[in-house]
């Protein structure tokens, strides 16, 4: 079945704490993309991919790393935490940029104390 | 600046109504345009596009340049349509294709 997978789904953790949320799709996307969910505000990007090895950020990459070693994987890095990361995280990917459909995770839901 | 409006946070309507979501957006150039939907506890999905002039569960949307708007509407609502509805706009920035997203409008359908 053609998907987009997040891991993990819930997470509650502290300030300051280093953690990573993974992303995988499994139909050859080219193109993946982090958001974050707030309410009031809709889907903002916080990076974007492209290809391997080929990363850059969107509206909201402050606080955020990615990486792309893999075509298929997408992780987002959190270095250290902090209260206001607190949201809801979706990874997305489609077979090229932007006009195609996006494939959307299921999500995970950040708690940061 | 590219921007997408949906100046409604809730519609609510009861069954059988007429529904139209509105959304309103600003570019320059030729942009393409969406509808996602997020049904309780589930992962965003793309409801219509506009190029595909299709007509999914019901729901159409007309892109209108004049009015630069691309408002979803069912002629009658049903309960399972209670969800949230985010417009997108698929254009260029900064030299790639980005979709930017409305804030989204929440609509719940009444018995």
């Known amino acids: 079945e053609a998907q987009v997978t997040q891991n993990p789904r819930y997470l509650i953790t502290v300030t300051g704490k280093k953690l990573t949320v993974t992303c995988s799709q499994n139909?050859?996307?080219?193109?993946m993309s982090w958001y974050r969910q707030d309410p009031g505000l809709g889907l903002r990007q916080i990076y974007y991919?492209?290809?391997?090895?080929?990363?850059d950020k969107g509206d909201v990459p402050e606080g955020y790393k990615v990486s792309r070693k893999e075509k298929r994987n997408f992780p987002l890095i959190l270095e250290s935490p902090s209260p206001n990361q607190t949201s809801l995280y979706f990874c997305?990917?489609?077979?090229?940029?932007?006009?195609?459909?996006?494939?959307f995770g299921p999500g995970t839901r950040l708690l940061v104390l | 600046a590219q921007r997408v409006t949906q100046p409604e946070k809730l519609l609510s309507v009861f069954k059988g109504a007429p529904v139209e979501l509105k959304c309103n957006y600003s570019?320059?150039?030729?942009?393409?345009l969406f509808w996602y939907v997020q049904y309780s506890r589930q992962r965003l999905q793309l409801l219509l596009r506009?190029?595909s002039r299709e007509s999914i569960k019901g729901f159409t949307a007309d892109l209108n340049k004049g009015e630069t708007s691309f408002h979803l509407k069912k002629p009658f609502a049903q309960e399972e349509d209670s969800a949230m509805y985010y417009c997108?706009?698929?254009?260029?920035?900064?030299?790639?294709?980005?979709?930017?997203f409305g804030a989204g409008t929440r609509l719940a359908v009444h018995p």
């Open positions: 139909m050859n996307h080219e193109y």
């Open positions: 997305a990917s489609s077979s090229r940029q932007g006009s195609e459909t996006q494939y």
């Open positions: 997108a706009l698929s254009g260029k920035s900064g030299g790639y294709n980005k979709l930017i």
């Open positions: 506009h190029i």
């Open positions: 991919s492209m290809n391997v090895e080929v990363t």
């Open positions: 570019y320059s150039g030729s942009p393409e």
